[in-house]
T-cell receptor, first 114, second 114 residues
Framework: NAGVTQTPKFQVLKTGQSMTLQCAQDMNHEYMSWYRQDPGMGLRLIHYSVGAGITDQGEVPNGYNVSRSTTEDFPLRLLSAAPSQTSVYFC?????????????FGNGTRLTVT | GENVEQHPSTLSVQEGDSAVIKCTYSDSASNYFPWYKQELGKRPQLIIDIRSNVGEKKDQRIAVTLNKTAKHFSLHITETQPEDSAVYFCAASSPPGGGNKLTFGTGTQLKVEL
């Protein structure tokens, strides 16, 4: 199993550009989520999904969209990039919807918005 | 929503000493408390977790304690080694949305000195 795969690893955008961060998992996990990590602020939840066709907002959803058309994929879309979205983005998945089970993280995408 | 506070933000110990990191949470409904270790430039990885029906859990040199009444939990690392140097994050589940919807603390930079 590859686990959680994120692409790209690095990305530089200009203000106002849009892009999609890709996330795929091959563990048949129902739960998937996106976090952003900023210095001194830990990991903050952007959006999450408890299964195909179901998404919900986390703590910091503004400026981001998600969709979950398949169990495997959970892309994160930046609609109009802003410098405040410069961050490291992690996708994470876990087994089950309601049970507390460990989150498996991808290797992250480092995004810089100029 | 859930709020998790983590202390200290930095911790320096001598090799062989013990290290303790403390976290408090606000939502009495939270029932799952994992700890993640993140090495520089890498993804967070689960090192130990505890559920609300257990007061303590050990795994070799690592232990976690939970006090539900006081709403705090702690990570204890004994006989620290240089490879323990990393950033450690505590987290708490945030129902509804499943126990997988985690709120993270802001992290502790642990440095183990020779």
């Amino acid at each position: 199993n590859a686990g959680v795969t994120q692409t790209p690893k690095f990305q530089v955008l200009k203000t106002g550009q849009s892009m999609t961060l890709q996330c795929a998992q091959d563990m048949n996990h129902e739960y998937m989520s996106w976090y952003r990590q900023d210095p001194g602020m830990g990991l903050r939840l952007i959006h999450y999904s408890v299964g195909a066709g179901i998404t919900d907002q986390g703590e910091v959803p503004n400026g981001y969209n998600v969709s979950r058309s398949t169990t495997e994929d959970f892309p994160l879309r930046l609609l109009s990039a802003a410098p405040s979205q410069t961050s490291v983005y992690f996708c994470a998945s876990s087994y089950g919807r309601g049970a507390s089970s460990p989150l498996h993280f991808g290797n992250g995408t480092r995004l810089t918005v100029t | 929503g859930e709020n998790v506070e983590q202390h200290p933000s930095t911790l320096s110990v001598q090799e062989g000493d013990s290290a303790v990191i403390k976290c408090t949470y606000s939502d009495s409904a939270s029932n799952y408390f994992p700890w993640y270790k993140q090495e520089l430039g890498k993804r967070p990885q689960l090192i130990i977790d505890i559920r609300s029906n257990v007061g303590e859990k050990k795994d070799q040199r690592i232990a976690v304690t939970l006090n539900k009444t006081a709403k705090h939990f702690s990570l204890h690392i004994t006989e620290t080694q240089p490879e323990d140097s990393a950033v450690y994050f505590c987290a708490a589940s945030s129902p509804p949305g499943g126990g997988n919807k985690l709120t993270f603390g802001t992290g502790t930079q642990l440095k183990v000195e020779l």
